[in-house]
Each structure stands twice: as structure tokens, then as C-alpha cells.
């Protein structure tokens, strides 16, 4: 069986709220949690109301790695 690039599922750099939370596997509400508390950085403003997260960022605040492929 061959790979092909289909087969790769590459983690975005940057994800929104509601793809982080089902990528780390956590509520909406825990994120904005983890934010008040410091745990994790806060989002990136891209317009009035888009906010992105670098997941790299969040995963080594979180975890002290990166857990992202690619």
C-alpha cells in the first residue's frame, strides 16, 4: 500500500477556539480557563473577531513539548 500526502494529517500552525479544543480533546470553557490562569498564551487577534491559537505554543505550555506533526 502506498502513502500519499492525503494519508498525512498535518496540524494547522495556527488553530481557532473551537478546533484547539477538539484537537487537545478539552471543553471551551477549559480553554478560556487554562487562559485566565496563565496556563496557556492568549490568542492572536487576526481581525474584530477572529482570534487564532499557535498550537505549538499551547501544546509546550501545556504539555512542555510540541506534540504537532510537521
Known amino acids: 500500500?502506498?502513502?500519499t500526502l492525503?494519508?498525512?494529517k498535518e496540524t494547522p500552525?495556527?488553530?481557532r477556539a473551537t478546533q484547539l479544543v477538539k484537537?487537545?480533546?478539552?471543553g471551551k470553557s477549559?480553554?478560556?480557563y487554562y487562559i485566565k490562569e496563565n496556563k496557556i498564551p492568549k490568542g492572536k487577534k487576526i481581525s474584530e473577531r477572529v482570534v487564532v491559537f499557535e498550537v505549538a505554543e499551547v501544546e509546550k505550555a501545556l504539555?512542555?513539548?510540541e506534540l504537532s506533526n510537521g
Do not use: A
Open 30 to 32: 477549559t480553554l478560556y
Open 63 to 65: 504539555f512542555g513539548e
Open 6 to 8: 492525503n494519508d498525512k
Open 23 to 26: 484537537h487537545l480533546g478539552i
Open 1 to 3: 500500500m502506498t502513502s
Open 13 to 15: 500552525k495556527y488553530m
